[in-house]
Structure formats: structure tokens, C-alpha cells
């Protein structure tokens, strides 16, 4: 069972920034998909930022120049480095691999973005 732990959420100003982590329990080298997925209150969960296993990203509209989505394959982690925030990025983010063995999720971190 594929475990994921994402770390670095929490509450920033305006303007701020933020690095997440996601940990997995094993090699994401050859996963096809790793991606950052956010869920805001009375909203559908929505794809943020994936990396692919040749290390090609895409990202959602709203976040393109501001979020950048990395990995560290010889500490099987994605990062999701986030600046110039904003309130609408409130949300819980969700770590998700996409592979051949199925999609599994992380439990989520909170990121509030308040003055």
C-alpha cells in the first residue's frame, strides 16, 4: 500500500509564500503521475500542478507563474513551491500518484491564505 504524507501547509498573508511536500513510501521515479489537487470549501476537488515520470509539468490557468512543481526522486518527494498567493488558493491540497498500480491520495494539508 502506497502511503503519501504531505507536509508544509498552514496560514500566510496575501502575497506570501509556501513550499508542500509530499513524502511517498516508495520510488516515484517511473510513476506517471504526480500531482497537486486542491479542495476548496463547497467546491470540487480540482487538479492544481503534475509532474510526469520524464519530468514534464502542466499546471491549472490560476496558478501558472506563480506555483512551480518539482521532485527529488532520490528522496521520493514532490514539491509544490507556491508564491505570490493568494485568498482564493485556500484550500486542502491533496498529494495524488497516478500509476500503473492505481491512484492513491495523500491526507491532505491545510493552506489558509488571510490577512
Known amino acids: 500500500q502506497v502511503q503519501l504524507v504531505e507536509s508544509g501547509g498552514g496560514l500566510v498573508q496575501p502575497g506570501g509564500s509556501l513550499r508542500l511536500s509530499c513524502a511517498a513510501s516508495?520510488?516515484?521515479?517511473?510513476?506517471?503521475?504526480m500531482g497537486w489537487y486542491r479542495q476548496a470549501p463547497g467546491k470540487e476537488r480540482e487538479l492544481v500542478a503534475r509532474i510526469t515520470s520524464d519530468g514534464s509539468t502542466e499546471y491549472v490557468d490560476s496558478v501558472k507563474g506563480r506555483f512551480t512543481i518539482s521532485r527529488d526522486t532520490a528522496k521520493n518527494t514532490v514539491y509544490l513551491q507556491m508564491n505570490s498567493l493568494k485568498p482564493e488558493d485556500t484550500a486542502v491540497y491533496y498529494c495524488?500518484?497516478?500509476?500503473?498500480?492505481?491512484?492513491?491520495w495523500g491526507q491532505g494539508t491545510q493552506v489558509t491564505v488571510s490577512s
Open positions: 495524488n500518484e497516478n500509476g500503473i498500480s492505481g491512484s492513491y
Open positions: 516508495r520510488s516515484i521515479l517511473s510513476i506517471r503521475y
